[in-house]
């Protein structure tokens, strides 16, 4: 029965699996194998074991994380002046490089063995998301030594001996590292660098020494104009065949001291006017060692593969802290200012249009902070979730932007007039550089997340390729034949599932225990996970390798994912918190929200589908009623709106992390106007029942002499109205700040 099986029914198919398989390049199994599935493969199974992900518990800090948040981070912000970075120095002060030094912000991952504060991913996490409300340059600064560069890659791959030379050297400073991948011609295709270098003997020390002669021209490298050591990634060949027969060995990655004959450092990029070091390098005939290989010969070829691993961990931190950090900025301030700004006679807080404005930037910076909190969580625990962190490098900068442009409309020329007080628009320039970096969105959306997701979180696709692409044919055929039972059942589950709830709207769907009101959100989580089991599967049959290239298709089916991924933290991070009620808007809100884009996305699925009979049988089988959970009500986003416009133990939670500012610095002079606006709003109102609703001196004493209010209150409103007053002013130059920079020339370096 088998070999007949195997001879009529899974023979044909390998052959058919090896048609339609797109083709996949080694970089691109590199990078499909880097780190590993965790939760998406949850989402992507139909049905989610809720437990796996609830029972983690919300991150925690160690007594010294927290000691080094509340203590050299909270001094370090006080420093730190943004104006003064951005725009009158164009760097970061020599007092702020030597306490971040001093204090080792650049060891924040190299173990205390090592010199290090051998902190965990959410310290780390913690610590870039406070800075980054503080200074994105210094933000900045801090994440690129702590994330995808030689600290870490030494730390993974590193000897002994690079190890204990360069981590402590790392973890105090007296190394600057940089990482250079890009390349003029290799931007997001990486892996098409030009950069060669060729295996030879040359005389270095005084001694014959086997190494590569590397050249090279890298561009945009983050902190490369003051780097000391720079991690270098290369394509190394060996035409004259002297470590053996085969020519072109693969990426490699080594440590390359930046004051090495034939290094030319290049002078400083301008990115988005933000102040952080970042520019361009050479390399002319540089000689380099084979011992400054991370890891030595042996990691010839391995490059591609230590940087996805380094990718897949860290994607989930950098980027992302410093988008939940800018979007907490953006709630806080936002809500404290729609407060106290007033036109026509009304806080704007109180326009329905601000109104529904306000409520997505309280939802995104909800929804970020949750899902930034759980990766975190699961990177402390050793895992490194290559989809989830892909996920969380797009959606995070997605919704920092989204959070930020609306935050900029609110404040509107508040925010538009550059000076001391203005706390947002230096966040809104240092989004598109988010965007870019770390893989650019697009692409990431479009190719990697539902491309590698579909792949890699499915149960039996990845070994059901591997199969077909075995060389041995009969092996091959045997593998794929133990595989399709197991497949065949999985899709019948799936299949029953999707569309059963789909029918029924995810009534009958389960939820976990102890979840409360929250179970109806569960309900339909695990309805739509299954129904994206079922697309996925069906998308995958009879597209085959040219979903790859559908990239419109795989972007929204990508999207689905990615929201179930930031949904389902967010219901984990409201259960953390003990599922207090006056978070629900919140929870509401973003739920909603949430399951309006994943209808929307997959209902575009079915509409644009390239075979029209199958798009029109997945919209049959699992939304036959078409939308069926509308986005958040004018009511909800009214809740939500109003909890960032009032002090309140939500609006703290929901803010955490976010630098409060010096006494006197804009943000501050912002949120002291607010509290005190709150304190004295019974005054207020007993001046607006006697007709005066503006808030001046003349309002104040005419309020006096009708006695509506007494003098002690007088005394009060007068202070909030010299607060408000400061609150909604801008700053004014006499001459614009200068920056004539000298021109380098790329052409003329080369
Ligand atoms: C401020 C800054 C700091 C940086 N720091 C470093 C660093 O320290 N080290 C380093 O090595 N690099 C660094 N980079 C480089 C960064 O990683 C690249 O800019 C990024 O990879 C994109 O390359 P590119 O700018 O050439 O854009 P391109 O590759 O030209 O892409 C242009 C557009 O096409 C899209 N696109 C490309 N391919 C596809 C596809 N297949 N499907 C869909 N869309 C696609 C991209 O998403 C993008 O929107 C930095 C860049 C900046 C701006």
């Not at 790392?170 to 190394?175: E, F, K, P, Q, S």
């Not at 945009?220 to 780097?227: F, M, N």
């Not at 036109?343 to 807080?349: A, H, K, S, W």
Request: with cysteine.
């Amino acid at each position: 029965m088998s070999s007949l099986r195997q001879k009529w029914i899974t023979a044909p198919l390998l052959n058919w699996i090896k048609k339609v398989l797109p083709p996949i390049s080694d970089t691109e199994r590199e990078a499909m194998e880097a780190g590993e599935v965790w939760w998406d493969a949850q989402l992507l199974s139909g049905k989610p074991d809720w437990d796996q992900l609830l029972d983690m518990g919300p991150p925690e800090l160690t007594e010294a994380e927290q000691a080094f948040v509340d203590g050299p981070v909270e001094e370090l912000c006080q420093m730190v002046d943004d104006w003064k970075i951005s725009y009158e120095d164009h760097d970061i002060s020599p007092e702020i490089w030597e306490f971040l030094k001093k204090n080792r912000f650049f060891g924040i991952i190299i173990p205390e063995e090592f010199g290090g504060l051998g902190f965990s991913p959410t310290a780390h996490a913690q610590i870039v998301t406070k800075i980054s409300t503080r200074s994105t340059s210094v933000g900045v600064t801090v994440m690129v030594p702590n994330s995808l560069g030689p600290g870490e890659l030494l730390m993974a791959h590193g000897t002994d001996e690079q190890k204990k030379h360069y981590l402590p050297r790392l973890a105090d400073g007296r190394d600057i590292p940089c990482f250079g991948l890009t390349s003029p011609e290799a931007g997001s295709d990486a892996a098409a660098m030009v950069d060669a270098g060729v295996v030879c003997y040359q005389e270095y020390n005084g001694e014959k020494t086997l190494g590569m002669r590397v050249n090279w021209h890298k561009r945009y490298i983050t902190l490369g104009p003051v780097a000391t050591v720079l991690g270098l990634a290369f394509k190394l060949y060996d035409p004259d065949h002297i470590l053996g027969d085969t020519e072109e060995l693969g990426i490699t990655v080594a440590l390359v001291p930046t004051d090495t004959p034939g290094v030319t450092i290049g002078q400083r990029h301008i990115p988005a006017m933000q102040a952080f070091m970042n520019g361009p390098n050479w390399g002319k005939d540089v000689f380099i060692p084979m011992d400054w290989i991370i890891g030595g010969q042996e990691n010839i070829g391995h490059g591609w593969h230590m940087l996805m691993s380094a990718l897949a961990a860290g994607r989930g931190i950098s980027l992302p802290s410093l988008s939940t950090g800018g979007a907490k900025l953006a709630a806080r301030t936002t809500g404290a200012y729609s407060h106290i700004r007033e036109q026509f006679g009304i806080p704007i807080g109180k326009f329905e249009g601000v109104q529904r404005r306000l409520a997505e930037i309280a939802s995104i910076a909800y929804v970020l902070d949750s899902a930034h909190k759980t990766t975190t969580r699961a990177l402390d625990k050793g895992l490194k979730p290559a989809v989830v962190s892909a996920i969380m490098k797009a959606h995070a900068t997605f919704g920092l932007r989204q959070a930020v442009n609306d935050a900029m409309d609110i404040h509107a020329g508040k925010a538009i007039i550059d000076g001391p007080l203005n706390y947002l628009g230096n966040v809104y320039r240092a989004v598109p550089v988010a965007i870019t970096v770390e893989g650019a969105n697009i692409l990431t959306r479009s190719l990697m997340i539902f491309g590698q997701g579909a792949i890699r979180c499915h149960p039996y696709l990845l070994q059901e390729m591997e199969a077909a692409t075995n060389p041995d044919k009969d092996q091959g055929v045997k593998e794929l034949d133990a595989l399709l039972p197991k497949h065949a059942f999985f899709q019948l589950k799936t299949f029953c599932r999707a569309v059963f709830h789909g029918w029924t709207g995810g009534l009958f769907a389960s939820s976990p225990r102890g979840v409360g009101e929250a179970a109806k959100y569960y309900r339909q989580m695990n309805r739509y996970s299954a129904v994206l089991t079922l697309v996925t599967e069906i998308s995958l049959l009879s597209l085959g390798g040219e979903l790859k290239r559908k990239e419109m298709i795989s972007a929204r089916l990508g999207d689905v994912l990615s929201e179930l991924y930031l949904m389902s933290s967010t219901l984990k991070r409201f259960k953390d918190d003990g599922s207090p009620q006056q978070d629900r808007p919140l929870l509401e809100f973003a739920m909603r929200a949430g399951f309006h884009n994943i209808e929307v996305s997959l209902i575009e699925v079915f509409h644009n589908f390239p075979i029209r009979f199958v798009g029109q049988l997945m919209h049959f089988l699992t939304m036959p009623w078409g939308h069926s959970i509308r986005a958040a009500s004018d009511r909800q986003a009214r809740a939500c709106a109003n909890l960032i416009m009032v002090p309140s133990e939500t609006r703290d939670r929901l803010t955490k992390g976010v630098f409060p500012g010096n006494s006197g610095d804009g943000i501050d002079i912002v949120e002291q106007a607010f509290l005190s606006s709150h304190e004295t709003e019974a005054i207020r109102e007993k001046m607006k029942k006697g007709g005066l609703r503006a808030l001046n001196d003349n309002a104040i004493d005419q309020a006096l002499s009708d006695k509506l209010i007494s003098e002690e209150e007088a005394e009060k409103i007068r202070k909030t109205s010299e607060l408000v007053n400061k609150a909604i002013q801008v700053d004014h130059f006499e001459s614009l700040p200068s920056m004539s920079p000298e021109r380098g020339s790329e052409d003329t370096l080369q």
